[in-house]
């Protein structure tokens, strides 16, 4: 066990609750430990022996992603309100707070970044299972915001392509975005998109579907 705190009691169950206390948990649940010494009581009181235990706080991604994030963003020196929720291998992030342009940044380029680097960090230190868990951060609504006006311009853009019979070559987006614009069409049978060129820089092509109904 790492990160672990020696902790004794009168019995296994008073060391337990001196951990809690120690480690400023809440729950049982929240404990890992292994019992050194069970301890035992000698006769008339003569004799006793506490009872020892080695114990560290089991891991909880939601906690461990939290203080990732505030340490990440004490270097970008901005605070925000950090709020998680874990849906079953998924941790949705919300973030609050009076500067969010700070961490969205260019089309959100720092916001991706920042999710991208929460991804390899929980993942890395994950030990409550063998789920890859997807992190997924937001903040005041960005990513829905975006996702609608990238489906507006895909349509748009499909519109034009329709009409002049012309490929229209987008600008280079990120994976998350340019995602939103190949779903956007993959319904219409009247167009066609895929991406051409190497990140940072991959673009989405429209083009002219080759048949039409």
């Known amino acids: 066990m790492k990160n672990v705190i020696e902790v004794s009691g009168r019995t296994v169950a008073n060391a337990i609750e001196n951990a809690l206390e120690l480690l400023e948990l809440s729950s049982q649940n929240e404990l890992e430990y292994n019992v050194v010494d069970e301890g035992h009581r000698g006769l008339f009181g003569v004799g006793n022996k506490d009872a020892v235990i080695l114990a560290k706080e089991k891991r909880n991604p939601e906690k461990d992603l939290c203080r990732f994030l505030v340490r990440l963003f ?41 999710q991208y680097l929460s991804n390899i960090y929980i993942n890395k230190h994950n030990t409550i299972s063998d789920k890859y868990i997807k992190v997924s951060i937001d903040i005041e609504n960005y990513r829905k915001i975006r996702e609608e006006s990238l489906t507006k311009l895909a349509n748009h853009k499909a519109n034009i392509v329709i009409t002049t019979g012309r490929d229209e070559i987008l600008d280079p987006m990120n994976p998350f975005e340019r995602k939103v614009i190949h779903d956007a069409l993959v319904n219409n049978k009247y167009v066609r998109t895929f991406s051409i060129g190497l990140e940072p820089n991959r673009k989405i092509v429209i083009s002219i579907a080759s048949y039409k109904d």
């Open 74 to 114: 004490e270097k970008f020196d901005v605070s925000y309100d950090i709020y998680t929720e874990l849906v079953e291998d998924k941790i949705f992030v919300t973030l609050k707070g009076d500067e969010p342009r700070a961490i969205i940044g260019k089309r959100g380029s720092t916001l991706d970044a920042i």
